[in-house]
C-alpha cells in the first residue's frame, strides 16, 4: 500500500525537476512569453502529461500486485483482487473459454477462483490492458480504474476535469505546429469542425494545468488505500 504513496512523491519530485530544467525561476519568465519559453512550455506539458500517464498506469499495478501479495500471505481476499478477477472472467466468458461461465461471482465462486485465476488475471491486466492504455483522459482514467473495482463516481469530479484539459491541450502541443495553434487560437481559416485551441501555452499557465492535476491525487491514492484495506 505505501508503494502507491511513494508512486505520488517520485511523481511530484519529477514535476519539480521538469519545471527548474525546462522552465527556470518566474522572475525570468516574460509577459507575453519569449519564443524559447513557449517551446519550453510546450515541452513542460508533454513531458508531464507522459509522467502522469505513467503515474494511473503505475498505481494501477502496484494495487494489483498488492491485492495478490495480500492474498498469497494471508489468504485475504480484497476489493481490487476481487475486481479483477472477476473481470478477467466475464473477459474469458466473451473470449469462448469452454470453463468460464456466465454467472456473477459470488463469494463462495471468488473463493475457489482465487487460487487458480488472480495471478493469470494480474498478468493478463499488465499485458494487455495497462500496456495498451494511452492517455490520461476522463474515459482512459474511469477505465484503468474500473479494472481495481473504483468506479467513476468514486474518483473527484474535479480531477477528472483537470485530466481532460491536461490531455486536450496535450494533443495540441503533440499534433499541431505552432502555426497552427496560433491559427486555431485566433480563429483563423480552419476545416469546418477543427477545435479552437483555448490558451496559447506559458509557463505559468502550464504549471497551473498539472498543479491542478497533481493536488487531487492524493485524494485518490487514500481511495485505493482503502480498496485495499477492505476484505470481502
Avoid at 20 to 29: P, R
Avoid at 173 to 180: I, K
Avoid at 216 to 230: A, H
Amino acid at each position: 500500500m505505501a508503494s502507491i504513496t511513494r508512486r505520488l512523491k517520485r511523481l511530484r519530485s519529477r514535476e519539480r525537476r521538469l519545471r527548474f530544467n525546462l522552465l527556470g525561476h518566474s522572475s525570468t519568465w516574460g509577459t507575453p512569453p519569449s519564443d524559447t519559453e513557449y517551446d519550453r512550455a510546450l515541452a513542460y506539458r508533454v513531458l508531464m502529461h507522459a509522467e502522469i500517464e505513467r503515474h494511473f498506469e503505475d498505481i494501477v499495478a502496484s494495487t494489483l500486485h498488492s491485492s495478490l501479495d495480500i492474498y498469497r500471505s494471508k489468504g485475504t481476499i480484497v476489493h481490487p483482487a476481487a475486481s479483477a478477477l472477476s473481470h478477467y472472467h466475464s473477459k474469458c466468458f466473451m473470449d469462448g473459454k469452454s470453463d468460464a461461465r456466465a454467472a456473477f461471482l459470488d463469494s463462495t465462486t471468488l473463493a475457489s477462483q482465487m487460487p487458480l485465476h488472480l495471478e493469470e488475471a494480474v498478468e493478463w491486466l499488465e499485458r494487455s490492458v495497462i500496456s495498451s492504455n494511452n492517455g490520461v483522459k476522463p474515459s482512459d482514467v474511469r477505465k484503468l480504474m474500473g479494472w481495481i473495482g473504483i468506479n467513476g463516481d468514486c474518483i473527484n469530479s474535479d480531477l477528472l476535469e483537470a485530466l481532460k484539459t491536461l490531455a486536450t491541450e496535450r494533443g495540441d502541443a503533440a499534433h499541431l505546429s505552432r502555426r497552427e495553434i496560433w491559427r486555431r487560437y485566433r480563429g483563423g481559416h480552419t476545416p469546418k469542425g477543427t477545435p479552437r485551441v483555448r490558451r496559447l501555452p506559458s509557463p505559468s499557465d502550464e504549471i497551473a494545468a498539472v498543479d491542478a492535476v497533481l493536488k487531487l491525487l492524493p485524494e485518490l491514492d487514500r481511495v485505493i488505500q482503502k480498496r485495499l484495506r477492505t476484505a470481502l
